[in-house]
């Protein structure tokens, strides 16, 4: 009876699983190497050899999925005891796809530089809660590296490691519509696509600026048709993924004991004393308390985005405006990140061969975080692994353990903040006129970026107990604003023989402070000016910029 079950068994096993065989070839007939073969669902899959022949074991009915570089991917069912015939038409609509270059626009065939492209659909599938952190992974030789968890924080990106080593930064040239920015300066859902410009011959275009590549971002814009409302959202929450193993308060007190003895000292703790931080009877005097755990635990680590956008347009205008809310809590208690974005972009025809288009990006951010020693949510983390498990956090009777003069947990417990409020806005219109010369014509645009910070660092008297408080409390200011004009003329013709862009900056003077504690030890004014200036000449093509920054700074 037994040996009758295998039997079956077996049979069964072998009208399920079966060598599935077939020939991948292009249009032409000419075999294809390295077609990937995959079993839908599975982990099961292969690669055609040399012949362009494959075997890959799957179920009668499964769905082969089969891919190249290159090919449109198609989809198959798997047929026992047949040779399956596969061939692969070229995926001519990405090589037919317009990419964003330093010049204007071409088709993905006919570029010769190192251009790397993402569209708006790459990005939608990442729930993220900044530009950078979305770039991870969609672009090859482009890095994205996040060192802070700090709500707010975006990522820094490198296009083909670090270019330059000097003050000029590593960091690459961004462009938002044709203004200088930051990758995070646009929501993730405003964006059209991204061109990633990676070598010199693609980027020369930009001069030495683009030493270290050159990210344009190009933004969504409206369509023609019925006015569309679109509402998006997610939800998600933060922790730490891991955190260090520490030590619990007894064996912390006994190693401690075992150090005394090697320098010839009396123990400092006494056998009784490691008991009660074992058995936790008095939690007060001898607790065991993992400072960084209990930190990294005390926020919610909850985070929501929404975005709402209207697009419409007629056969003239199309407009698209877009808002966008951003929230995120901290791990830790009393830290978090809010910011708002805006996005208005229009395109009119309004005359015969004459288009004007306008474009509108602003957000606001206001991080706040609790304040301790240095004057961080960072320097609190620092002091919370340094302050060992022998050290009570809030006690019960609402006075707080200490090494030294630093605790976490009274640090968090008092009135000290950390606000930093950054606000931004580019504007930009173009006009193009289509000479009648076939071929041939002009464009301008002006643009100008406005940028203001706004800091407060305050730092109250830190009870610690009866005995103890630190202080004085002290309250530190920092402002500063920078405005950027940008002109552009551009003869634009079919061999694109000359083009001449000249960008000037106008400072502004600092916004007038205003007092809004009485509470400091220190008065300080500093002033900072620096301008620097860049000429660039490019076989047949002018460059020039011109730049400067005007900052001043107050600290209270």
Known sequence: MILLVCHLSNATWAQV???????????SGEPLIGVSILVKSTNNGTVSDLDGKFTVTAKTGDILHISYVGYISQEIKAEENKQLRIIMEEDTKKLEEVVIVGYGTQKKVNLTGSVSSISAEDLASKPVMSTAQALAGLAPGLSVLQTSGRPGTGATVKIRGTGTFSNAGT????????????????????????????????????????????????????????????????FGWQRPTEL????????????????????????AYLPEEIQKFKDGS?????????HLKWLLESGSGFQHQHNVSIQGGNATTNYNLSIGYRNQEGMTANTSNERMTALFTMKSEIAKGLTLNLNINAYNNKYNAPNGEPQSIDGMIGYAVRQGPIYAGQKSDGSFGYQDNYSPEAWLASESFVQNINRNISASGQLKWGTPVEGLSFIGKAGVNYWTKYDKAYRADTYFDESKTVGPASLNVWTANNTYTTFAFSPND????????????????????????????????????????????????TFRFCSGVSIISFTI
């Open 282 to 290: 008095d939690p007060d005097n001898y607790p065991n308390v993992n």
């Open 171 to 234: 960091d690459p040239l961004v462009l938002i519509d044709g203004l200088s920015g930051n990758i995070d300066d646009i929501d993730p859902n405003d964006i059209q696509s991204i061109s990633f410009l990676k070598d010199a011959a693609s980027a020369s275009i930009y001069g030495n600026r683009a030493a270290n590549g050159v990210i344009l971002v190009e933004t969504k814009k409206g369509v023609q048709g019925k006015t569309t409302i679109t509402y998006s959202n997610s």
């Open 494 to 541: 079919a061999i694109k023989m000359a083009k001449i862009k000249i960008h000037r900056l106008a400072p502004l003077n600092s916004t007038p402070l205003r007092m809004e504690s009485t509470v400091s030890s220190s008065l300080s004014l500093s002033f900072l000016r620096s301008r620097y200036s860049l000429r660039n000449f490019l076989m047949a093509k």
């Open 244 to 267: 260090p193993d520490f030590l619990p308060s007894w064996e912390y007190a006994e190693y401690y004991n075992m150090a005394m003895r090697n320098m010839d000292k009396q123990d």
């Open 17 to 27: 699983q079966s060598n599935v065989k077939g020939l991948v070839t292009d249009s």
